[in-house]
């Protein structure tokens, strides 16, 4: 069946359901929206409408920003974009194409906010408030080793903070991926499953703490290939992530922070260190320049900022 005559089908559906000629052009539009946006053929489905593969289309169209600046997207769009696809993956699944529609239960506040007074317009954390929650998240490693599922919290999110990966590429790496010999994380599915990379460690700083996480992780015998087990063997679920990053931010900073808000501190931080667009695109796995060029908001802070030069050494002294 081609894509076209699965979409006719799933129009033929929701008129059998009773649903408005409206409602059903607003599913479809929505629909055939993310179709185009990730390129998606009809062998290609499985992959294009999985759990990783929105997730991240919702987190890049939380901040996609324009010319200006400005968030591109209310909450209130997002939300009927989420209930369209909710709509077609339970097509889907009726027609057992894939297995269950995950997003029926997903928590949409937790992907969707709302942000609090405190960050409602910041999108990226500045260096003093960086290094309150790396301080954090370091204090609950030490306090809690070596208990695996709490120091876990903390590792994935000084990940996040020194590597920039989308939540979905985070909760994807497999033990066997890490290579602290190298100083590389191999083997990270970018968006849409189909790319392999590799990004660095660094030496300084996320070294020493993986390599401990590594240390206790092996010590609890899980037998699970996955670098973030939940205790039945399973990777962390995106969503389990979320409560993490908005438990232990709002403890260390009074306020709730976004995964996608740490991803452009990293972007921001090293363009304000001198890094191109171009590197800054290879370094977040963007398909292509176009989606750095929102960044390019750092050039009017580089006389303020200095992000992430001496942040290593800073945070040594701290430690």
Do not use: C
Not at 268 to 282: C, H, K, P, Y
């Amino acid at each position: 069946m081609t894509v076209e005559n699965l979409l006719i089908k799933f129009n033929e559906s929701m008129k059998i359901e009773g649903l408005s000629s409206t409602t059903i052009q607003s599913y479809l539009s929505d629909i055939k929206k993310y179709f185009v946006d990730n390129e998606i053929t009809k062998s290609q489905i499985k992959i294009g409408f999985s759990e990783d593969s929105i997730i991240n289309y919702f987190e890049d169209l939380m901040f996609k920003q324009d010319s200006n600046n400005n968030m591109m997207y209310k909450k209130t769009y997002l939300n009927k974009k989420f209930s369209s696809i909710s709509k077609f993956l339970l097509y889907l699944t009726d027609q057992k194409i894939i297995s269950s529609n995950f997003l029926e239960k997903y928590d949409r506040k937790i992907l969707f906010g709302p942000l609090n007074n405190n960050n409602k317009k910041m999108k990226y954390l500045d260096q003093k408030i960086l290094f309150k929650f790396t301080d954090s998240l370091v204090k609950h490693f030490d306090d809690n080793r070596p208990n695996l599922y709490e120091v876990k919290k903390s590792i994935m999110i000084l990940i996040l903070i020194f590597t920039g990966l989308r939540v979905s590429e985070l909760i994807n790496i497999k033990v066997e991926s890490i290579d602290l010999g190298s100083l590389v994380i191999k083997d990270i599915k970018r968006k849409g499953g189909n790319i392999s990379d590799i990004v660095p460690i660094d030496r300084e700083f996320l070294q020493g703490y993986l390599n401990e996480y590594l240390s206790i992780l092996n010590s609890q015998n899980t037998d699970s290939v996955w670098l973030f087990p939940i205790k039945n063997g399973n990777k962390t679920s995106s969503q389990l992530f979320y409560n993490y990053i908005i438990d232990l931010s709002q403890k260390a900073l009074g306020f709730k922070v976004h995964p996608h808000m740490i991803r452009h501190s990293f972007a921001t931080a090293l363009l304000s260190n001198g890094a191109s667009t171009a590197e800054v695109r290879d370094m977040l796995g963007h398909k292509t320049i176009l989606s750095t060029e929102r960044y390019e908001h750092i050039n009017k802070i580089k006389r303020k900022y200095n992000l992430i030069k001496g942040f290593y050494s800073e945070k040594n002294n701290v430690i």
